[in-house]
Nanobody, 128 residues
Framework: QVQLVESGGGLVQVGGSLRLSCAAS????????MGWFRQAPGKAREFIAA????????YYSDSMKGRFSISRDNANYTVYLQMNSLKPEDTAVYYC?????????????????????WGQGTQVTVSS
């Protein structure tokens, strides 16, 4: 059974940082990709960043590039999202997603329907 378990969310002040982790288990994602999305109350799910497991190419939402950074730990099947200079509008539930097969088109990395597996989400709240 595939599991994606997020951790690292919480309450942080404006300008602060958090690092989210997503540990994958249950199957190999060596040939695929993983991504981070978020969803704020009353809003649609929003793409943040994605990474191809090999060779580790990264993709970012233009609006969050520069503040957020995605990385992976091959040995532990874990993906991270480093978030800096957090703003109140970053408050949302953050989701990790995975796809076992590498997307054939770059645009697929940005789309939630590309991913086959999802974590339960972790709440990030930025207070002003």
């Amino acid at each position: 059974q595939v599991q994606l378990v997020e951790s690292g969310g919480g309450l942080v002040q404006v300008g602060g940082s958090l690092r989210l982790s997503c540990a994958a288990s249950g199957r190999s994602f060596n040939g695929g990709a993983m991504g981070w999305f978020r969803q704020a109350p009353g809003k649609a799910r929003e793409f943040i960043a994605a990474i191809s497991w090999r060779p580790g190419t990264t993709y970012y939402s233009d609006s969050m590039k520069g503040r957020f950074s995605i990385s992976r730990d091959n040995a532990n099947y874990t993906v991270y999202l480093q978030m800096n200079s957090l703003k109140p509008e970053d408050t949302a539930v953050y989701y990790c997603a995975a796809r076992a097969v590498r997307p054939v088109d770059t645009l697929m990395y940005y789309r939630s329907e590309t991913y086959d597996y999802w974590g339960q989400g972790t709440q990030v709240t930025v207070s002003s």
